[in-house]
């Protein structure tokens, strides 16, 4: 497993500057010119392109893409011209609540998924069956924003249950937490019932059944393992998603998190935050597709790593 890790970690290295390459064009690519807004509004022709020149945006694409990457290699994210503090700063300051978030939401849409896919599985073509995959049907179905909306009327506005935004307590976290993982908890419910359904046809759990074993045990201690491979892989994907598309939920939250930063420098044309962050983003997927690929190796110990 040792050589496996240090081999994907290598692979790392060319998928990271491809990634970057992309992005810094993409970002480019973003209509606005940011020296005119670093400039203001009253600015003269004169006055922005000397503010160009100062952000090094007057240089060919290549040049300031290697620069960018100089910089990079050193630990340097670059300057906000929004803001003008370190984009190390700008990013360190909203990571944590958006972490948090997608962590608090991940749990509860990890927990209620098994649980619905578990029982949906086990009550096949019955009303518990029907009444999950309702649910997570409804989860798929209903945009992430409507339904945060209607969560703040209802909890926020009309019984004044949680705070309708922003990150005060540990009330805040409830409303935005649970939008944001009603789509993951239906997507984890159909994978796992239809992984589940799978294995219960194997042969070694008509032999467990068998022997006696009670229900239970065979479907929590001998199935349920199994089948979660490819639950796992889209549950770490899905988090992946979270963490760098929580844009909306924190958004209709007012979430002082990494989506908010993200939308603000896009009106800014702020491109050092929205190259890092972006970055930072592929960076989180390449990661979770990694710990996803040594987890295999725990749920299923025949799993060998070339």
Same mark, same amino acid.
């Given at each position: 497993m040792f050589r496996f890790l240090i081999k994907r970690l290598v692979e790392i290295i060319p998928? &990271?500057?491809v990634v970057s390459i992309l992005?810094?064009?993409f970002v480019h690519m973003i209509p606005g010119d940011p020296a005119r807004l670093v400039a203001g509004p009253d600015?003269?022709?004169?006055?922005?392109?000397?503010?160009?020149?100062?952000?090094?945006l007057?240089?060919?694409?290549?040049?300031?893409?290697?620069?960018?990457?100089?910089?990079? &290699?050193?630990g340097d994210l670059g300057t906000s011209l929004k803001t003008n503090r370190p984009v190390a700063e700008e990013i360190g300051a909203r990571f944590m609540p958006t972490f948090w978030l997608t962590l608090w939401s991940m749990v509860w849409a990890t927990i209620a998924g098994l649980i619905i896919g578990v029982i949906s599985a086990t009550k096949r073509n019955k009303w518990p069956d029907y009444l999950g995959m309702f649910g997570a049907v409804s989860g798929l179905s209903l945009p992430a924003f409507w339904l945060g909306l209607m969560l703040i009327q209802l909890f926020a506005v009309t019984l004044g249950?949680?705070?309708?935004?922003?990150?005060?307590?540990?009330?805040?976290y409830v409303l935005p937490a649970f939008t944001l993982g009603t789509g993951v908890a239906a997507v984890i419910a159909r994978f796992t019932r239809s992984a589940l359904m799978d294995v219960l046809k194997e042969d070694y759990v008509r032999t467990a059944r068998s022997k006696g074993l009670k229900e239970k045990n065979v479907?929590?201690?001998?199935?349920?393992?199994?089948?979660?491979i490819p639950v796992v892989t889209m549950t770490g994907l899905q988090?992946?998603? &979270?963490?760098?598309?929580?844009v909306v939920i924190e958004t209709v939250f007012s979430w002082p998190g990494l989506g908010k930063l993200l939308i603000d420098s896009v009106a800014f044309r702020d491109y050092p935050v929205i190259q890092?962050?972006?970055?930072?983003?592929a960076l989180e997927f390449i990661i979770i597709n990694l710990i996803v690929d040594l987890l295999y190796g725990i749920l299923n110990p025949q799993i060998r790593y070339e």
């Open positions: 998928i &990271l500057i992005i810094f064009l600015a003269t022709i004169e006055d922005v392109e000397l503010v160009s020149k100062e952000l090094g007057d240089k060919p694409l290549v040049e300031q893409y290697i620069t960018y990457m100089g910089n990079l &290699l050193k249950w949680f705070p309708t935004g922003g990150l005060e307590s540990w009330k805040s479907i929590w201690g001998h199935s349920l393992r199994n089948a979660m988090f992946g998603f &979270l963490l760098g598309g929580s890092a962050e972006m970055l930072i983003f």
